[in-house]
């Protein structure tokens, strides 16, 4: 069983950056893929972004492709979300995610983020 905290979220200004993490626990992390995904009240969860168990290939939504970020380090069991020039669309619940070959069968608490205009 793996168990995904994720941290970093926060009240931020338009054009602001953010940082979240994602520390994994209960499973060999360096075999996971890893994603994030972001919900608001009333909407479905939506993708955000993924990254490969060796961080060889990432793949972005339209919506944040150029300005969000997936990293991870795996020495540290962790995945991060590198999020620049925010908007105010961006406010939401984000939540990590972890895919052992049996799709996103993990997830976390989630950790919100709030962007002001």
């Known amino acids: 069983q793996v168990q995904l905290v994720e941290s970093g979220g926060r009240w931020v200004q338009t054009g602001d950056s953010l940082r979240l993490s994602c520390v994994a626990s209960?499973?060999?992390?360096?075999?996971?893929?890893m994603g994030w995904f972001r919900q608001t009240p009333g909407k479905e969860r939506d993708f955000v972004g993924s990254i490969s168990w060796n961080g060889g290939r990432t793949f972005y939504s339209d919506s944040v492709k150029g300005r969000f970020t997936i990293s991870r380090d795996n020495a540290k069991n962790t995945v991060y979300l590198q999020m620049n020039s925010m908007k105010p669309e961006d406010t939401a619940v984000y939540y990590c995610a972890a895919d052992q070959n049996a799709g996103w069968s993990f997830w976390g608490q989630g950790t919100r983020v709030t962007v002001s205009s």
């Open positions: 209960g499973g060999t992390f360096s075999r996971l893929k």
